[in-house]
């Protein structure tokens, strides 16, 4: 079936280096896509968000980046700081659905 | 002013027995969405309510129900518990019908142990 997916379950950074955490989506009826962040014993947290007319949005130190192509959505972090040490998730929405991927952990060292 | 609140934020039930979980939404949100989130995976969603009516609906068994009130204040309940629905459940407020996004906020969840 189509589901939303991760590439890397971890990922481990030094501090002040950027990070990129990737997520592949099977469904092309996805018209929404949004990247959550999950600090532990806490309910996921908005980052950022994109629509499926567009293929890049920028926050502050986060990019989204959309290929419809390939059906890949991309999570980069500028200037990767501890406290962005988390699990992060992606998820698509569609017709009043939506699906998560399974995570991936950003680890920061010092 | 509060964020999203679920209640209780711990809890162990008996395989066969039946549970009810509370969320209180953010004021002036309408929309509360369900999601289940199993250790080590991403939240899957149940249910989402909206100005009291359920407008999407995940991948769930019959056993999972939920409902709105009037405060737009949301239960979920799940019927004739199995080991598998151990799992935190999280409640999402939103002032709109969209599912996610910037104005979607997430409670710290209720974790649910079945015996």
């Known amino acids: 079936g189509e589901s939303v997916g991760l590439h890397l379950p971890t990922l481990s950074v030094q501090e002040g280096d950027n990070s990129i955490i990737n997520c592949a989506y099977s469904?092309?009826?996805?018209?929404?896509f949004i990247w959550y962040k999950q600090e532990s014993g806490k309910g996921p947290q908005f980052i950022i968000d994109?629509?499926?007319?567009?293929d890049k949005r920028q926050g502050q130190r986060v990019t989204v980046l959309l290929n419809k192509t390939v059906k890949h959505l991309s999570l980069q972090i500028a200037a990767t700081q501890p406290g962005d040490s988390a699990v992060y998730f992606c998820?698509?929405?569609?017709?009043?659905?939506?699906?998560f991927g399974a995570g991936t952990r950003l680890t920061v060292k010092p | 002013d509060a964020g999203v609140t679920q209640s209780p934020t711990h809890l162990i039930k008996t395989r066969g027995q039946q549970v009810t979980l509370r969320c209180s939404p953010i004021?002036?949100?309408?929309?509360v969405s369900w999601y289940q989130q199993v250790l080590g995976q991403g939240p899957q969603f149940i249910f989402q309510?909206?100005?009291?009516?359920?407008?999407g609906r995940g991948n769930f068994p019959d056993r999972f129900s939920a409902r709105q009130f009037p405060n737009y204040s949301s239960e979920l309940n799940v019927n004739a518990l199995l080991l598998g629905d151990s799992a935190l459940y999280l409640c999402?407020?939103?002032?709109?019908?969209?599912?996610?996004?910037?104005?979607?906020?997430f409670g710290q969840g209720t974790r649910l142990t079945v015996v």
């Open positions: 999402a407020s939103s002032p709109s019908s969209l599912i996610g996004g910037t104005e979607a906020f």
């Open positions: 469904n092309s009826a996805s018209d929404y």
């Open positions: 994109i629509r499926s007319n567009m």
């Open positions: 998820a698509e929405s569609w017709d009043n659905d939506m699906r």
């Open positions: 004021s002036g949100h309408k929309s």
């Open positions: 309510y909206y100005e009291k009516e359920e407008r």
